[in-house]
Each structure stands twice: as structure tokens, then as C-alpha cells.
């Protein structure tokens, strides 16, 4: 019965990544396509200016020392460990760097490190790691509701208002952990992992709720969380800068509701097309270009990914990862 069930886990992996690879190469034939019939738009497109790109590169790095800094907040605060702040910028480069290559190899990296160096159990780093995604979410969701209501509230994708499609989102990821939690309470699982996914769930939900009573603790999660949105914010203003394209307050704010779904709903390899496919609809309803929209998220993934690999390599990624090769083998 065990080795059925290790079978099956095997296939289900395997038959994952073949589906995974399999939508990464409709996407990319979808944008092939649409770039051989638009050939002229593309010409324009691909007229770079340089300088705006040194510019993102530069924006991109500021942007990972505040994501260092919001995500240690959030860390610290759930784990009880006080750790300094370069310690953490090199475990999150080197953790970013080595998912580039091995995903989820940095969540596994960063929580040993964790474990051994500072005494930061499992439990901790993963209930850590659900306070900051779903309050970030939630944060950053409800910065981007206000940015369209206050700046144009009447901004549209396609024939719906944006500002109710991201208060729907909002409500949606707000309310999925708590109702989950409150339904998975009404039954008695009989199977034990199921009951022990309740319990998780609960204590993790339980310590992202009980956190926000520390009102010191909710200010610097707010002000580092302000912080990342403007970054991110900047950084795609410059993305569509070096494309020539002139793009406002209320529009940068959807394309960051983008970049957060595609962060944490993962379709293929790091949303490889899909996020530019996103990217290139998101523009289209806004009336800006299909081209723009692909190219400024194409823009967006090499220069984060050169940044990473640059600065992870400084760092000691190489031989990380070559620990890792050997440590599968």
C-alpha cells in the first residue's frame, strides 16, 4: 500500500510538470503568433531606452532591501528571534537565487537556515511565512482600492470597474483562511492528516490575527508595506518609461494586484508566459498595448532575474547550489 502510494505521488509530479511545460508552451505560441502578425507595433516596442533600464536595475535592488525589511518584521515577530538586517538580505538573496534554478529550493534553504543558525522551528517559519503573505495581500490590496478610489474610480478592465474587481479580491483573500478555518471546524476528520491541516491552518491563522494587537508591530508592517507597493510601483513606471509609455497612479496600482496573484498562484515555472500573457491583456483593457504589456513584464523578469544571479553569485550562491546538486544526487 505504501509503495502504491509513493507511485502514485511520483506520477502525480511527474504528469504536474509535464502539464506545467505543456501551458508554458501554448502561452509562448499564443505570443509568437501575436508578434509575427503585429510586426510593426513590436519595431516600436523594442526601441529601448537604456538609461531607464539602468534605472529599473538600480530600483529593482532598493526594492529587495525593503522586501528584506518587511518580510524580517513579519518573521521576527512570529518566530520571537531577533536576527540583523544583512543576515537577512543575504539569506533572501540566496534563497531567491537558488529557487531560480531549483523552485522552492529557497523556502527549504532559508527555513534550514533558520533552524540551525537562529533556533527558528518549522512551525514558526511557516506560520512566518502565511502571516506575510495573506496580511501583505490584504495590506497591499486595500492601498491599491483606495489609489483607484480617490484617482479614478471609474477606471475600467474591459466592461468591469477596476475598483470592484480588486475589492472582490480583497474580500476573497480575507475571508478564504477565516471561513476555511470555520469550515474545516465543523467536521471530525477521521484521517490524520486532514485533522492536522485543521490544526495548522487554525495556529497559523491564530498567530497573523493575534500579532496585530502589537500596535508597534502593525505600524512598521504598515510603513515597510507602503514602502514595497511604492517600490514596486516605481519599478514598473520605469519598466513602461524605457518603453516610452506614459502610464498613471490607478493603472501601476493593477498591475501590482497582477504581480501579487502571480505570485502566489502558480500556473507554470515562475508564471513563465502566463504572467506576460497577464501582463499583455491587463494593458490591452486598459488601452494601452498588448506589445507594452508583454514586453514590460519580459523586462521585468530579466532584469529581476539578472539582478538575483548577480548578487547571489556574490553571495556564495554558486556553491550553494552546487551543494544542493549533490546533496540530490
Not at 19 to 34: D, S, T
Not at 143 to 164: K, P, T, W, Y
Not at 244 to 256: C, G, H, K, S, T
Request: glycine share 6%.
Amino acid at each position: 500500500m505504501k509503495k502504491q502510494t509513493e507511485s502514485i505521488k511520483t506520477n502525480f509530479v511527474k504528469y504536474k510538470k509535464l502539464l506545467q511545460w505543456f501551458l508554458v508552451i501554448i502561452c509562448l505560441v499564443f505570443i509568437v503568433r501575436f508578434v509575427v502578425n503585429d510586426k510593426q507595433e513590436w519595431a516600436e516596442v523594442l526601441s529601448l531606452k537604456p538609461l531607464m533600464l539602468v534605472a529599473v536595475a538600480g530600483m529593482m535592488l532598493v526594492s529587495l532591501g525593503i522586501y528584506t525589511w518587511h518580510f524580517s518584521i513579519v518573521m521576527e515577530k512570529c518566530s520571537g528571534r531577533s536576527i540583523d538586517f544583512w543576515t537577512w538580505f543575504k539569506v533572501t538573496v540566496q534563497a531567491r537565487f537558488l529557487s531560480t534554478f531549483v523552485p522552492q529550493a529557497g523556502n527549504v534553504y532559508r527555513a534550514l537556515v533558520l533552524k540551525k543558525n537562529y533556533g527558528v522551528t518549522y512551525t514558526r517559519y511557516i506560520s512566518g511565512c502565511f502571516s506575510f503573505a495573506w496580511l501583505d495581500t490584504c495590506v497591499n490590496f486595500a492601498f491599491a482600492a483606495m489609489i483607484i478610489l480617490f484617482f479614478d474610480r471609474e477606471l475600467r478592465i474591459g466592461g468591469m470597474r477596476s475598483l470592484d474587481v480588486v475589492l472582490g479580491l480583497l474580500g476573497l483573500v480575507v475571508l478564504t483562511p477565516v471561513l476555511s478555518v470555520w469550515l474545516l471546524g465543523k467536521f471530525e476528520f477521521s484521517q490524520k492528516k486532514l485533522a492536522w491541516a485543521h490544526e495548522k491552518l487554525a495556529k497559523m491563522l491564530g498567530v497573523s490575527v493575534r500579532s496585530l494587537t502589537d500596535r508597534a508591530y502593525v505600524l512598521k508592517f504598515l510603513v515597510t508595506a507602503v514602502l514595497s507597493f511604492a517600490g514596486s510601483s516605481i519599478t514598473s513606471y520605469l519598466c513602461f518609461a524605457s518603453l516610452d509609455v506614459q502610464i498613471n497612479l490607478p493603472q501601476l496600482a493593477m498591475f501590482y494586484i497582477v504581480l501579487k496573484l502571480s505570485n502566489h498562484i502558480i500556473i507554470t515555472p515562475g508564471n513563465l508566459a502566463v504572467r506576460e500573457l497577464a501582463y499583455g491583456f491587463l494593458c490591452e483593457y486598459l488601452q494601452i498595448g498588448m506589445a507594452q504589456g508583454i514586453m514590460m513584464s519580459v523586462i521585468m523578469r530579466l532584469m529581476g532575474t539578472g539582478t538575483i544571479i548577480l548578487f547571489g553569485m556574490f553571495l556564495g550562491g554558486a556553491a550553494l547550489l552546487r551543494q544542493h546538486k549533490d546533496g540530490a544526487s
